[in-house]
């Protein structure tokens, strides 16, 4: 599948937002799976579908395996599944 690696300019929270701290990020972003992003971060994955492409650059074109496109949107949709179970927990 046809992917792109983007960077965009992201805060850390609000602290650095106020103080206008930005740093680049790279994420991998899938056009034709609904816009579906991949972003590895700091050892952790961060997977979400409809991401509006805004103040970001397209670094390189890449092509992703499918399977590999199936596993993130697998692992999205179970994190969907299970997060309000969690989050109940905690309540």
């Keep these: ?3 792109e690696i983007i960077t965009q300019m992201i805060c ?3 602290l650095a937002f106020v103080h206008g701290e930005r740093h680049p990020i790279k994420r991998i972003l899938i056009p034709e799976a609904n816009n579906l992003v991949i972003t590895p971060h700091e050892g952790n994955l961060y997977v979400w579908e409809n991401f509006e492409k ?5 670094v390189k074109e890449i092509d992703l395996p499918d399977k590999l496109v199936e596993k993130a949107l697998g692992f999205m949709k179970t994190r969907n599944d299970i997060l309000p179970q969690f989050e ?3 309540s």
């Design 1 to 3: 599948m046809k992917a």
């Design 88 to 90: 109940k927990l905690l």
């Design 54 to 58: 805004v103040d970001c650059e397209t």
């Design 12 to 14: 850390d929270g609000a």
